[in-house]
């Protein structure tokens, strides 16, 4: 286990623009984007659809490129980082290969990273008992649930033991129950791994219930209008949600979300 | 833009290869004549021979506007000024199947084409609907409509000729449109069987709902939803039917349309005739598609669907 | 006339059994969807030849299935020898040389946009041609030997494979390409192990395509001049004896060495792409 205290920054993002050129002219998507992860948080990104959340994720994995302002990974660049397998990253579709059973989808990283045969077979083995799906190695991705497939592309993202896990709305497809019992067990891999860990959602619930900072953000252009620090401690129930602290941080997420949209 | 630079670079490729293939022949005429030919003087000859290997574009472009000259009669429309203009037509079109140019035998291959075309749509589309209404039609037939397109229907292409002839069917049309109807069928049946089973059970039970009969469950939801699919198929079709009736022409003893050209052509020895065909039949071909094409989005916008 | 009516029984008859067949549940296994359109085709067959001899058809029309097959089996030798002329040296080797020729041209434009932009129209044009038509140019051009069936055939298989891999090597999802630039991969580990891979089922869409115009290219260019054998040189020569019991052994042997080919494309398309959701039942 991991020293989760440790509170250096990972991410650090600095008068972050990012504009994308449209047919329709350009379009801001981010906007002075001040940001700093310390290493072992788990950062919430919230707002509605075009604030930028996703987007800055997809920056932080170096699949976006900043107009202007600077983000170090690590203290490197995104991707530097990237090249040093400093992140997985978590789509919200399991996104696995149909034509590969599910060790196989989870070798793939180590494939193209170059590991060895055995330590694949080992790493793979780990993850999938991380993830709980342990004896699914040698299914096809299409006989499992839908939870276990996006399952199975968490534990895909894990295998290479990246410090920082980004996860894209990777339960927003899943049904309340479903999303419930994986929202615990992100917790529980959270707490076991202590990975960095960035999470893109647009529920209130999931991101106070998950978080130790909430980030709200707003669109048009793509901003960050608070940032929450949770007060709430790290083992944490699901019944932890009825509780007065955790009304009360939802509530400044709504109010923060409402006032991003009165500003347009 | 792209497809200009290949297209041109694709002229440019076409260029080189005639002179290289047709230089044998020069080389060979200058042995036996003992002279020696620099290759300077070796390219331009390369140009216009009468029998190339392969003529360059712009020969092949002469021939075949000299086919669609000769045979469009525009002159005589021209020529014909003081005359009324139905006269002139009459003409006109009298000129075109007297001095069966290009025109003319495109013409014949278009007819042919068109036969089938209809006969391929028709049959495909009924067949579709028995096999989507029919367990015991979609269980029986299915199968063979699939090997029915692995058999090389060229193969039966000379009988059926053949056959009809000794049936008393003197016409070609006939034959030919079978052979055509049977390569167009088949993507008119594939995608109606797919867009009539399209609707989802939730648009049926809406209908059951309704208390809907099965006619009214195919007019109002089945055939409707099949209609996108059915203009998809058109292209393939249209262009399988043009194969079909080219094919049907070139069993000896054809004269007429674009297949029997590129067989007499090939038999006399006539390179540039087999080359003249061969883009009028691509010509035909492009218009067909583009013809098809329009009808389809025709047809769309009238369906609201966006194009 | 008896034989016509007693082949109209039988026909009556198996459709019938048909009928009872797809409404029970044999129906839903292997065997029942083996066995309905066996019967069918069987029926034809009677069907056939009870028409041939009811109506006591010519033979230089239509001759019976029975005539046909005894034709079959007596000109054996030289119905392989055609066999072999035709599909084996001129449809085979022309079907691989031209699917091969058409993936390496859709790999090695596969960086390139601009190439792509500009080939793909005129190869999705050009494969809407009458590609036929080019049968007696390449005759001219390789002669009569088997050499010049399989250039036809190349042409003609060409384009359709070329404008099926290049929309197969686009078919991957964006999110997957995303995942793999996550991992640092190269040009060539997505092309292999992501891009490939997703486009096979567009690849089998085209060899199935493929591997009937092999057959048609490679017989329609006997028509233009061919040795003195092969099956489109029989078929013309048969057809011009009214030897339509030959014939149609001919075409008995290309429906079949078509079905074969299409049923062997199609059994390694199951075992390639069992993933594919078309695949999956």
């Known amino acids: 286990m ?168 990777p339960f927003g497809a899943l049904d309340e129950i479903v999303r419930d019992r994986l929202n615990e067990e992100t917790l529980k891999l959270w707490a076991r791994t202590g990975k960095t860990i960035g999470f893109v959602t647009h529920s209130i619930p999931e991101a106070v219930y998950l978080s130790t900072k909430i980030v709200v953000m707003s669109p048009r252009p793509g901003r960050i209008t608070d940032v929450i620090d949770s007060p709430l401690p790290k083992e944490r129930p699901l019944e932890i949600r009825d509780s007065r602290e955790f009304i009360e941080i939802a509530h400044r997420v709504r109010e923060g979300l409402r006032a991003g949209h009165h500003e347009e | 833009m792209p497809v200009l630079t290949v297209l041109g670079l694709i002229l440019v490729i076409w260029y080189a290869a005639s002179v290289w293939m047709n230089s044998t022949w020069v080389y060979d005429q ?190 109002k939801l089945r055939l409707p939803a099949s209609m996108p699919y059915f203009f998809a198929s058109l292209k393939v079709a249209v262009a399988a039917s043009l194969v079909g009736t080219i094919v049907g022409e070139l069993p000896t003893g054809a004269i007429e349309g674009l297949g029997a050209r590129m067989l007499i052509g090939s038999q006399f020895g006539e390179p540039l005739i087999m080359w003249a065909a061969l883009f009028a039949a691509a010509i035909l071909a492009g218009l067909l598609i583009v013809a098809v094409g329009i009808v389809e989005r025709l047809a769309r916008k009238r369906m609201g669907v966006p194009a | 006339m008896s034989a016509l009516l007693f082949a109209l029984l039988v026909w009556l008859a198996a459709w019938a059994l048909n009928v009872w067949l797809a409404g029970s549940p044999v129906a839903k296994t292997r065997f029942g969807k083996a066995l309905v359109p066996l019967i069918f085709g069987a029926t034809l067959l009677v069907l056939w030849e009870g028409l041939v001899r009811g109506l006591g058809i010519a033979p230089v029309i239509l001759p019976a299935p029975s005539a046909i097959a005894a034709k079959i089996a007596t000109s054996l030798p030289m119905l392989w020898q055609d066999f072999a002329q035709t599909i084996l040296k001129g449809a085979i ?26 080939l793909l129209p005129i190869g999705n044009f050009v494969a809407a041609l009458p590609i036929v038509g080019l049968a007696p140019i390449l005759v001219m051009w390789f002669g009569f030997g088997w050499e010049s069936k399989a250039a036809v055939v190349v042409v003609m298989v060409f384009f359709p494979m070329l404008v099926n891999i290049v929309a197969g090597l686009q078919a991957s999802e964006r999110m997957q390409r995303d995942l793999m630039a996550t991992w640092g991969a190269s040009y060539l580990q997505t092309l292999v192990k992501l891009r490939l891979p997703a486009a096979l089922p567009f690849v089998f869409n085209g060899l199935k395509i493929a591997s009937t115009l092999a057959l048609i290219g490679a017989i329609v260019a006997e028509f233009f001049g061919s040795p003195t054998f092969g099956m489109g040189f029989r078929i013309s020569t048969e057809v011009g004896r009214l030897g339509l019991d030959m014939v149609w052994a001919e075409i008995a042997v290309a429906a079949l060495a078509g079905s074969l080919l299409y049923g062997i494309v199609a059994l390694i398309e199951r075992w390639m792409t069992f993933w594919h959701p078309s695949q999956r039942h």
């Not at chain 2, 299915?142 to 000794?166: D, E, R």
Request: aromatic share 8%; glycine share 10%; with cysteine.
């Open chain 1, 2 to 169: 991991k020293d989760t205290t440790n509170s250096a920054p990972v991410i650090e993002a600095k008068g972050l623009n990012l504009v994308f050129q449209t047919a329709d002219g350009p379009v801001q998507a981010l906007k002075d984007v001040n940001l700093t992860i310390n290493r072992g948080e788990f950062v919430s990104f919230i707002g509605p659809s075009g604030c930028g959340k996703t987007t800055f994720l997809r920056a932080i994995a170096a699949l976006e490129h900043p107009t202007s302002g600077t983000l170090t990974v690590n203290g490197m660049t995104p991707d530097e980082a990237r090249r040093k397998r400093a992140y997985g990253y978590v789509f919200q579709a399991a996104g696995l290969y149909p034509w590969r059973t599910i060790a196989g989808n989870i070798k793939l990283p180590l494939e193209i990273m170059g590991f060895d045969r055995a330590e694949q077979d080992r790493r793979v083995a780990q993850v999938l008992d991380l993830v709980e799906l342990s004896g699914f190695g040698k299914k096809f991705p299409w006989q499992l649930s839908g939870g276990m497939q996006q399952r199975a592309s968490i534990a895909r993202a894990l295998a290479f033991d990246a410090d920082i896990l980004l996860m894209d709305e």
């Open chain 3, 93 to 118: 080797p022309g079907f691989l040389i031209g699917s091969g020729a058409a993936f390496l041209t859709a790999v090695a434009i596969d960086r390139s946009p601009f190439l792509q932009r500009g």
């Open chain 2, 30 to 219: 200058a042995e036996r004549a003992g002279t020696m030919v620099s290759f300077a003087e070796m390219v331009p000859q390369t140009m216009t021979q009468e029998r190339p290997l392969l003529p360059p574009p712009h020969q092949v472009g002469a021939e075949l506007w000299e086919g669609l000259r000769l045979g469009s009669g525009y002159e005589v429309f021209l020529q014909s000024a003081d005359q009324p203009i139905l006269d002139r037509l009459q003409a006109t079109l009298d000129h075109v199947f007297s001095k069966k140019g290009l025109v003319y035998h495109g013409y014949v291959t278009f007819k042919g084409t068109m036969m089938g075309f209809g006969l391929g749509i028709l049959f495909g589309s009924l067949l579709a609907m028995a096999i989507v209404r029919f367990r015991v039609m979609d269980m029986s037939v299915m199968p063979w409509a699939i090997i029915s397109q692995t058999i090389p229907i060229v193969a039966l292409a000379p009988m059926i000729i053949t056959v009809s002839s000794q049936m008393g069917l003197t016409d070609r049309d006939v034959p030919k449109a079978v052979i055509s109807a049977y390569l167009s069928f088949f993507p008119v049946l594939v995608s109606m069987v797919k867009g009539l089973r399209s609707p989802d059970q939730m648009q049926l039970d809406l209908l059951k709902t309704y208390g809907a009969g099965e006619g009214a469950v195919f007019l």
